[in-house]
């Protein structure tokens, strides 16, 4: 039975039936029937996804007009639908924009720039839109007072999918509490089973983005929970950037080199990308044209005793100038030959131009017929004997083990490589490699040695060192824009050039400072750590990568690590498993740094929280929902480095409390029993017991701090029995003014307490000695802090 294809062409008529059928969609309407893409895929992740996409834009908003966010979130249960509303005091929107800004997909001003920001599709809150006028039937409700305006707009609007266009069903303007900001109201249809991740989400948010107040409510609660800001300092301002050379695609550079207003390479490669100036630019064409020219073999020079051959040669190759003219000029040729090491043909060809200029002292003109055959003659000469050139420049590439045989069997197949190779000796890097492996293969057919590939790198290596850069005239951008080929030569010479990394004021890393202080906010933990990477590029886009960790306190002790990921400030709620920093943390060697990791591989278990920001002018999510971070191995590197720097430092942090708990409990041990043994002591003796509390300090090598009172006179003595310098913050509070302090103590009256403060350097092994005066009654309570527990004792 034939197929369905195979009878279509028998209708007369059914290609223009078919061409009939097709038709273009809006983007709006194909994200109608694929919302699934965009995160609203279930009611509990599209009520998540909703309010990440209002409060994303509320972060942007704000940030972008100087304002700390004091961002209002509500989730309220409507009956057949949730009401989701989400407020910023952000600069607000133009009346002229609030339709295109809620009512338009990809519309927006951050797609092509290259800069930082949390959304640059244009995609997000309009999809947050449609999906509401999907679900629910009912329009978005906005509220948008700009800066200064004595009234607020207000408008309801659904989205006219066949247009990708708003549709307005409401305006009017309004009054609001608020004097500037925006607010959104939508109704859509969801659940709360999602109720932890939305709250997650918030959480999140607030560590990430510790500048922020964020106020949230939703039906479950009593009251409001509001998220305070940990700092005023709002992010860096970031700037605009071109492209990094390293990293940017084929197609990218010839559709680059089609728009841009240069004309040479030079002028294309500095203006059209960041870090390229005039000295890297040359690089870049030099590297250029080893590529699409290929570089010259340069061949040593005719020693002294040879130099009249050159001289001979090029007398004979020049005519009718006189005998006197011909031999200066002649001379002046060998001579410069001489003076250099190695002689290119290029090089040779200025070497003959500077001497042709001597026919002016003897009135004589060597034109251009003249010197090219002068070229040609003295060329002869100095690829006479390529063969014995070679042969010096295998062997001190080669390992001594080889023979002369071999060497010289190789080196002479080199030459005719060279021979009947390309013109003027030339050769990119690609087919002088294929002259090594040719003549290296033939040497062992028939000379019976080995050339092993280290063996072929290096000669290959060693010849290319001594051939030179073309000076030939590379071709104009707007040649280069129809040769693929071509292109391509310039796209590998800008990603062999050594570029610096590209500039850093593209991105607003939150910074370790930042990042400890956002986990210290949400997080109750006994310790905290945090690094932020130096840039790296990918792509020709500049990211940074930045870790931190928290560990003990309140957090869970049972199961996994709770592990935060984030792009640009924004939480990765959903599709953890597909994330390259989830495969980044499970690929770490937890136990290395003292945390339980069954089976060695996986998230770790224990009370501890990771967290990963990743900031990049371009993000590589695995899919429009923005979820996940893409496998891409550069970032890869960063995320894992970054871990490791806080990780290190949690290392250290639980080598040092298993340290202090094991002295601990000696101390505690010695403690019970030092008391036994000044009674034993006592008993045997018939004295009184004696004092162990210095014996006890002395033996677990602590610092001991203890009072002593005499007459009104108060003596506080800090004893350094450790091995290294100690600074202790020491505070007596006493009941009673204090006098005649010694030098660097103060005294501070709180309430009808005087806090009598000192922090004395104690090197190891000595004492120092803190001395006041209190003429009435009094009681104490001495204090020292920068001195772990286990580490002090305490005699009071």
């Known amino acids: 039975m034939p197929s369905i294809q195979s009878t279509l062409g028998e209708e007369e008529g059914i290609a223009e039936e078919l061409a009939e059928s097709q038709q273009q969609i809006s983007i709006a309407e194909f994200f109608e029937k694929n919302k699934h893409m965009l995160g609203f895929d279930s009611g509990a992740r599209a009520l998540v996804t909703a309010v990440k996409e209002a409060v994303d834009n509320a972060l942007d908003a704000t940030e972008e007009a100087g304002i700390l966010p004091d961002i209002y979130v509500e989730i309220d249960d409507a009956g057949d639908y949730y009401t989701l509303v989400v407020e910023d005091n952000g600069p607000g929107i133009t009346k002229e924009q609030v339709p295109k800004v809620f009512g338009k997909l990809l519309y927006g001003s951050r797609f092509h720039a290259r800069e930082q920001s949390r959304g640059q599709q244009g995609i997000g809150i309009s999809a947050a839109v449609l999906y509401s006028q999907l679900t629910s039937g009912k329009p978005a409700k906005i509220t948008s007072r700009t800066k200064g305006s004595a009234e607020a707009e207000y408008f309801e609007l659904i989205i006219d999918t066949d247009e990708n266009e708003p549709e307005i069903q409401h305006a009017e303007t309004t009054s609001w509490d608020r004097t500037h900001g925006t607010r959104i109201e939508l109704e859509m249809e969801g659940n709360m089973r999602a109720r932890s991740q939305l709250l997650k989400y918030i959480k999140h948010t607030a560590v990430v983005n510790p500048h922020a107040r964020i106020t949230f409510e939703e039906p479950s609660m009593d009251e409001p929970r509001q998220f305070e800001r940990a700092t005023d300092q709002l992010p860096a301002e970031t700037e605009e950037i071109r492209p990094h050379p390293h990293g940017v695609e084929l197609g990218t550079v010839l559709k680059m080199l089609a728009e841009t207003d240069s004309h040479s390479v030079s002028g294309f490669v500095q203006s059209e990308f960041t870090r390229v100036g005039k000295k890297t630019a040359d690089s870049i064409v030099d590297n250029f044209r080893d590529r699409h020219f290929g ?10 005793h040879d130099e009249a051959d050159v001289a001979r040669a090029v007398q004979q190759a020049v005519a009718n100038k006189g005998a006197e003219a011909t031999n200066a000029f002649a001379d002046e040729v060998a001579n410069a030959v001489a003076a250099r090491d190695r002689v290119a043909h290029s090089e040779l060809r200025e070497i003959v131009a500077d001497a042709a200029e001597i026919g002016d002292d003897h009135g004589v003109t060597f034109g251009a017929t003249v010197r090219e055959n002068a070229i040609g003659a003295a060329w002869d000469e100095l690829t006479a004997d390529r063969t014995s050139d070679l042969y010096q420049l295998v062997d001190a ?8 045989e071999a060497i010289d069997g190789l080196a002479e197949r080199l030459a005719k490589r060279f021979e009947k190779g390309r013109e003027r000796d030339r050769a990119t890097h690609s087919e002088l490699r294929k002259y090594v492996d040719r003549a290296a293969d033939q040497t062992e057919e028939y000379d019976d040695a080995t050339f092993g590939e280290t063996a072929r790198e290096n000669v290959v290596t060693e010849l290319w060192s001594v051939m030179v850069t073309v000076p030939d005239e590379v071709p104009k951008v707007r040649d280069l824009a129809e040769d693929r080929d071509a292109a391509s030569d310039l796209l590998e ?3 062999e050039t050594d570029i610096i ?19 210290k906010k949400e997080y109750d933990a006994d310790f905290y750590a945090a690094s932020t990477r130096d840039a790296d590029v990918h792509g020709g886009d500049p990211f940074i990568v930045e870790a931190g960790i928290a560990y003990g306190g309140d957090l869970e002790a049972d199961g996994q690590a709770d592990v935060l990921r984030f792009a640009n400030r924004v939480p990765l709620v959903y599709q953890r498993g597909a994330c390259a920093t989830t495969d980044v943390v499970k690929s770490i060697g937890w136990r290395n740094y003292n945390l339980s990791q069954p089976g060695g591989s996986g998230i770790p278990n224990g009370p501890a929280v990771i967290m990963v920001h990743v900031a990049s002018t371009n993000v590589p999510f695995t899919s429009e929902s923005k979820d996940a971070v893409a496998n891409v191995p550069e970032i890869e590197d960063e995320i894992e480095l970054a871990i490791r720097e806080a990780a290190r430092e949690l290392k250290s942090y639980l080598n040092k409390r298993k340290s202090l708990e094991k002295r601990k409990k000696k101390q505690n041990v010695i403690a019970s029993i030092l008391p036994k043994m000044a009674e034993k002591v006592a008993e045997v003796t018939d004295n009184d017991e004696p004092q162990y509390d210095d014996a006890l300090a002395r033996i677990m090598n602590n610092v001991l701090v203890e009072r002593e009172r005499e007459d009104g006179r108060v003596r506080l003595v800090v004893e350094n029995h450790t091995d290294t310098n ?21 005294a501070v009256d709180m309430d009808g307490e005087w806090f009598v403060k000192w922090s004395p350097t104690v090197p190891s092994g000595e004492e120092a000695v803190l001395e006041y005066e209190v003429s009435a009654e009094a009681s104490f309570d001495l204090s020292v802090e920068g001195i772990e527990d286990p580490k002090l004792t305490l005699n009071q």
């Not at 202790?728 to 103060?746: F, K, M, R, Y």
């Open 493 to 495: 010479a800008m990603r």
């Open 501 to 519: 990394s590209p500039p850093t004021n593209c991105l607003s890393p939150i910074t370790a400072d930042l990042v400890e202080a956002g986990l």
């Open 397 to 404: 590439a080669t390992t001594t083990r080889k023979d002369d």
């Open 295 to 304: 570089r010259e073999a340069a061949w040593r020079a005719p020693r002294s």
């Open 726 to 746: 100690e600074s202790p913050d020491i505070t007596d509070i006493v009941t009673a003014e204090p006098s005649n302090l010694s030098d660097g103590a103060t």
